[in-house]
């Protein structure tokens, strides 16, 4: 599915061939060879930024940043994983780094877009994530509009946040982290059916989360579903028993 948090584009990773002909019109044997120590490096700090280990995803980019530090998806990486550990004056210099290698590239407009909501200036972020879901060689649109949506429900528009949600379903109907998004939308606005309407939507797509399952769980319980709450109990509790949110419900803190 498609990560409940932001997102962000981990990684465009071109070919070598565009690589190569961005820097050289003719690469010699030494330059293919540092393409792809230069690819290795990047694909491994996806992979560790992917599993959460920002520390090491962090490593391999300053080691990749010693092969070629001009390569624009390497610092917008920089700059999502920057940004990620609180390190925001990094990530604005990797980001404005990589806006001013690849000015059109929509994948770094979503990143930069969506770094800016995290530093709280909603507007301007959702200026460039206009320009990335806007853009029409963008191919996945839908990301740019998710973000767009997370960015005016942190700001407290939810009806700017509601239109958001529906255009990205619109472009991609199976676009589950938008579906839980909704949902949670609406438990926050206190209609708990929806909510759960939702929420069904959403398992028949992606498989149950602790985070799915309570908020049916408690959407459940405010509807008081005796029966119901039960039974999410028990399935929160079988599958995910080291969960926060099991943890919580043997806390019965709702």
């Known amino acids: 599915m498609l990560s409940i ?3 962000v584009v981990v990684l465009s990773l071109m070919t070598l061939s565009t690589f190569a002909s961005a820097q050289t019109p003719a690469p010699t044997p030494e330059r293919e060879h540092l393409e792809t120590r230069l690819m290795a490096r990047l694909k491994l700090a996806a992979e560790y ?3 959460g280990q920002l520390g090491q995803a962090l490593r391999e980019l ?3 940043q010693d092969i070629a530090s001009d390569y624009a998806p390497l610092q917008s990486l920089l700059g999502i994983v920057n940004m990620d550990l609180n390190r925001h004056d990094e990530a604005e210099k990797a980001f ?7 000015r059109d590239n929509p994948d770094i407009h979503n990143n930069y877009g969506w770094f800016l909501c995290v530093r709280g200036n909603a507007s301007k972020g959702i200026e460039w994530l206009t320009k990335a879901y806007t853009n ?3 191919t996945t649109p839908e990301k740019a509009l998710y973000n767009a949506g997370k960015c005016a429900r942190k700001g407290g528009d939810t009806a700017m946040a509601t ?3 529906s255009k990205a379903l619109l472009v991609a109907p199976r676009s589950s982290a938008v579906v839980y998004e909704m949902a949670s939308m609406q438990f926050d606005a206190g209609d708990y059916a929806k909510t759960l309407e939702l929420l069904d939507r959403f398992h028949n797509m992606d498989q149950e989360t602790p985070q799915s399952l309570w908020l049916a769980l408690r959407s459940e319980q405010r509807l008081g579903h005796t029966m119901e709450v039960e039974s999410y109990a028990k399935k929160l509790q079988r599958k995910f028993p080291d ?4 943890t919580l419900w043997v806390n019965r803190t709702l």
């Open 5 to 7: 948090r932001s997102c």
């Open 49 to 51: 930024y992917g599993q």
């Open 62 to 64: 300053n080691g990749a």
């Open 96 to 102: 404005q780094k990589a806006l001013r290698l690849d």
């Open 136 to 138: 029409p060689l963008y």
């Open 163 to 165: 239109e958001y949600f």
């Open 243 to 246: 969960s926060a949110e099991t």
